[in-house]
């Protein structure tokens, strides 16, 4: 069976798929920084389930990650049968008083190196027959989004790529499908320094499981964007037919720094 890669496998929606799809048989290529994580998960997993796990720990934006992550899973001969672009981060706040430093950090890993991926495993995926792209993109990437500005445009640019990748993949039996969940109960919002502000949004909050259950459902359907959650299915729609001003204007409530 062709191994599906998964980056940000350490933890949160990451980590609940690569234990989805460990149950459904599927072996496993883990990528992120914490070694000593994923290292634990491939054993827990392996208490569980008799799948081949390996491991890769690498920072995503140092020198060439891509390329590397690409070099060592033909040096291993691995068939890579589904590529799961997950690693991202958020940056929470008032843009003009950010870190622009982390700005353009988490525009390189939401965006660059999910292309670059993308790019460089078109040619293993078309190896292993019927291949799966999922790339993990936002309820974010709906709608503008004040105080979360440039993360929710790095989401709509998944979104966009996703979907217009998949027309081009289409004839090389590739399936590329795009996940947004909304609020997910993660480190994502204290990581993007959301903390202390984030209890409005706890109640909608789902579980990286329900997320990872929902994305892989969605898959075997090959459905071109899952949204996770009724909730998050009524919020796209809204944002759709409501005035992009009013959306706006709702998020900025919402979000606003206290
Ligand atoms: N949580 C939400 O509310 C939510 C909602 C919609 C979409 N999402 C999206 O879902 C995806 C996963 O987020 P999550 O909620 O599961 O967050 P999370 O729990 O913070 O997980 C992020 C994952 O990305 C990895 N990562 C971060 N920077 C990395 C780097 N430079 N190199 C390699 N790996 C890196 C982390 O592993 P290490 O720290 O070990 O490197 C971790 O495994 C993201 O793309 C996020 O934008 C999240």
Redesign the pocket.
Known sequence: MAYALI??????????LALELAAAGTPLVL????KD??QQLSAEIGLNHKVDIKVFA?????EQ?PEKIYAWCVEQQLQVGMLIN?????VYGKFASSSIDKQV?MLA??QE?MVKLTYLFIPLLQQAGKAHILN?????AFQSMPYFSV?AAT?SFVLSFSRALRQELKRKKINVSC???????????D?AGYEGVGNDINYV?MT?EAVAKSALRGLEYEYAVIIPGFSNKIGAVLSRILPEGLTVKAVSYLFRPR
């Open positions: 980056t940000g496998a350490s933890k949160g929606i990451g980590k609940a990528v992120a920084r914490s994580i994923l690498i920072d995503l934006l140092s990650a997950n690693a991202g981060v958020g950090s890993l939401n190196v993990v993109s936002s309820t974010a993360y989401k996940l947004c969940p909304g609020p997910t109960d993660s480190s994502f919002f990581e909050k990286p």
